[in-house]
């Protein structure tokens, strides 16, 4: 019986709110600025959720920062390879760092399409402190 209502109360919880951290995130990828706002949201609302959105709150928060990071080492490279290009030396540099940036952009976008599909299903996230998907 206690299963039956643990269950009940886990779909009843919001899903409008992760919905549009998602939006914003993906919306963020052609304009920068919504991610930012997502963030926020993401923040807001992560300790007034439930068991099954709180994982996907936890998944948004992280994916923001490990995208975070992993965009300011390529522009690092990016900015340090540009001046030793006169030298033919940061030509690899300035490759990889626009590599790194372009594979965060697709791992970011891979990640909130998966959330979104594990949403809409009513899912908890299952793996919301990964690295990969």
């Known amino acids: 019986m206690s299963d039956q209502t643990d269950i009940a109360v886990g779909t009843n919880e919001d899903k409008v709110m992760p919905a549009v951290v998602y939006g914003l995130y993906l919306l963020g990828l052609t304009n920068g600025f919504t991610i930012f706002i997502g963030l926020v949201v993401a923040y807001a609302n992560r300790a007034s959720a439930g068991p099954q959105m709180s994982t996907h709150y936890e998944f948004l928060i992280r994916t923001f920062w490990m995208a975070i990071g992993w965009f300011l080492a390529g522009i690092a490279l990016i900015v340090i ?5 006169l030298v033919l030396i940061g030509v690899p540099m300035w490759l ?3 590599f790194i940036c372009g594979a965060v952009g697709v ?22 402190a990964t690295w990969l998907f």
């Open 107 to 128: 791992w970011f976008a891979i990640r909130c399409i998966l959330g979104v599909v594990y949403l809409a299903r009513g899912d908890a996230y299952p793996r919301p």
């Open 96 to 98: 990889l760092g626009g």
């Open 81 to 85: 390879g540009i001046p030793l290009t």
